[in-house]
T-cell receptor, first 114, second 110 residues
Framework: ETGVTQTPRHLVMGMTNKKSLKCEQH?????MYWYKQSAKKPLELMFV???????ENNSVPSRFSPECPNSSHLFLHLHTLQPEDSALYLC?????????????FGPGTRLLVL | GQQVMQIPQYQHVQEGEDFTTYCNSS?????IQWYKQRPGGHPVFLIQ?????EVKKQKRLTFQFGEAKKNSSLHITATQTTDVGTYFC??????????FGTGTSLTVIP
C-alpha cells in the first residue's frame, strides 16, 4: 500500500459513454498526477496539479477532463473515448511538484474502450 | 522532444546471473530516479541520484549516474525470481518535469 487509492480498478466502456476515474491520496501531499501507460510505450504524463491548480497539461485530448477539488482527490472524467485510449491509467502524488520529489503511484485503473 | 531511452527493452536471465539496464538522455539531467513495476502492479520508487558520477547501492542493486549526467545504469547482482518486473528510469531536464524511460522488462528463469 502506497497511500494512493484508485477506483475503479477495472473499467469497460463504450465510445459514447461518460465515466470518471477517481484517485485519493492519504499522504498529505500537495501534488497529484495522471499518467497513461500503454503496452510497449513509456509512461505518459497527462496532467499535473499542485495545490489544486493545474500546472501541466501535456497536449491531452479534450475527451479527457481532469478535476482536482482538493489536494487529496483527483478525478479524470472520460467522454467519447476511442479504442486507442485503452490503457492503464495511473495516479500518483508527491509532496510538491518539483522534479526531485518522489512520486507514489496508485494501483491504476485498467480501462478498455470498446 | 525530450526522450529518455532505456536499453535493452527486454532481458531474460537465468537465476543467479547479473542484469544491467541503461538509461540515456539527449540532454543533461538534473536528477534521475529509478522505479520498479512488478507484473500487474504499479511503479514503485527505488532511488534517486543527483550528483555527477554518483553511485548508490541497495543490497544487490547498484545505481550509477554518469559523469555528464546524461546516462544512468541499474545493475542487479545474482538475480532472483523476486527481481522480475519492469525497471524504469525517470530523468529531469533542468527545470522541467521528469520523463519516464521506455523501461526494461526483466524475466528471471528459475
Amino acid at each position: 500500500e502506497t497511500g494512493v487509492t484508485q477506483t475503479p480498478r477495472h473499467l469497460v466502456m463504450g465510445m459514447t459513454n461518460k465515466k470518471s476515474l477517481k484517485c485519493e491520496q492519504h499522504l498529505g501531499h500537495n501534488a497529484m498526477y495522471w499518467y497513461k501507460q500503454s503496452a510497449k510505450k513509456p509512461l505518459e504524463l497527462m496532467f499535473v496539479y499542485n495545490f489544486k491548480e493545474q500546472t501541466e497539461n501535456n497536449s491531452v485530448p479534450s475527451r479527457f477532463s481532469p478535476e482536482c477539488p482538493n489536494s487529496s482527490h483527483l478525478f479524470l472524467h472520460l467522454h467519447t473515448l476511442q479504442p486507442e485510449d485503452s490503457a492503464l491509467y495511473l495516479c500518483a502524488s508527491s509532496q510538491g511538484d518539483r522534479a526531485q520529489e518522489t512520486q507514489y503511484f496508485g494501483p491504476g485503473t485498467r480501462l478498455l474502450v470498446l | 522532444g525530450q526522450q529518455v531511452m532505456q536499453i535493452p527493452q527486454y532481458q531474460h536471465v537465468q537465476e543467479g546471473e547479473d542484469f544491467t539496464t541503461y538509461c540515456n538522455s539527449s540532454t543533461t539531467l538534473s536528477n534521475i530516479q529509478w522505479y520498479k513495476q512488478r507484473p500487474g502492479g504499479h511503479p514503485v520508487f527505488l532511488i534517486q541520484l543527483v550528483k555527477s558520477g554518483e553511485v548508490k547501492k541497495q543490497k544487490r542493486l547498484t545505481f550509477q549516474f554518469g559523469e555528464a549526467k546524461k546516462n544512468s545504469s541499474l545493475h542487479i547482482t545474482a538475480t532472483q525470481t523476486t527481481d522480475v518486473g519492469t525497471y524504469f528510469c525517470a530523468g529531469t531536464p533542468t527545470g522541467n518535469q521528469f520523463y519516464f524511460g521506455t523501461g526494461t522488462s526483466l524475466t528471471v528463469i528459475p
